[in-house]
């Protein structure tokens, strides 16, 4: 499977389980929405874009709503808690070497179409868990979406 995340993440959420390893390569690429996004992170701060006539937000960010097909133009920031909707091992970091084994969730959060893939550690951590984004410390981010270390059962 080489294809972008976008579409990753949407069969992710489409199919709700995942099956065998998971390549992960985060490649935001996804012009000034995910630029915000990713700027955001550096801050510690999950900004999702928020369609100004439906309500909507949306993760991975988008620069259009797809309720409304109209330009989203404002961001807002999310409370850095979540949901495990999905888990999976995978023995793939991130740039798609090797690993040890490590936990992967997809995380939902209120109000938000879509999800992010991320680490997730916890005792007990399942899905449906509450989960909290750790983020790395400020002068070790680097405007990517591993400026959130892991997500951390609540
Ligand atoms: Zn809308």
Same mark, same amino acid.
């Given at each position: 499977m080489s294809m972008?995340? %976008? &579409?990753?993440? =949407? /069969?992710?959420?489409?199919?709700r389980t995942w099956e065998g390893e998971i390549p992960f390569h985060y &490649? *935001? =690429? +996804?012009?000034?929405?995910? &630029?915000? @996004?990713?700027r955001g992170l550096? #801050?510690? %701060?999950?900004l999702v874009p928020k369609c100004g006539n439906c309500g909507r937000s949306y993760l991975p960010p988008r620069a259009y709503c797809t309720n409304c097909f109209l &330009?989203? =133009? /404002? *961001?807002? $920031?999310? !409370?850095p808690t979540g949901r495990v909707s999905a888990l999976a091992e995978s023995h793939v970091d991130f740039q798609g070497r #090797? /690993?040890?084994?490590?936990? @992967? +969730? @997809?995380? =939902?959060f209120a109000g938000v179409t879509g999800g992010l893939v991320h680490f997730a550690e916890g005792k007990g951590l399942r899905i449906?868990? /509450?989960? #909290?984004? %750790? @983020? !790395?410390? +400020? +002068?070790k981010r680097k405007g990517t979406l591993?400026?959130? $270390?892991?997500?951390? %059962?609540?």
């Open positions: 972008p995340m %976008k &579409e990753r993440i =949407t /069969s992710v959420d489409r199919q &490649e *935001y =690429t +996804a012009g000034v929405s995910g &630029e915000r @996004f990713l550096q #801050r510690g %701060k999950i &330009e989203i =133009t /404002s *961001y807002v $920031e999310l !409370k #090797r /690993s040890k084994p490590r936990t @992967f +969730a @997809f995380v =939902t449906g868990s /509450s989960v #909290r984004a %750790k @983020f !790395k410390p +400020a +002068a591993l400026d959130i $270390e892991t997500f951390v %059962k609540t």
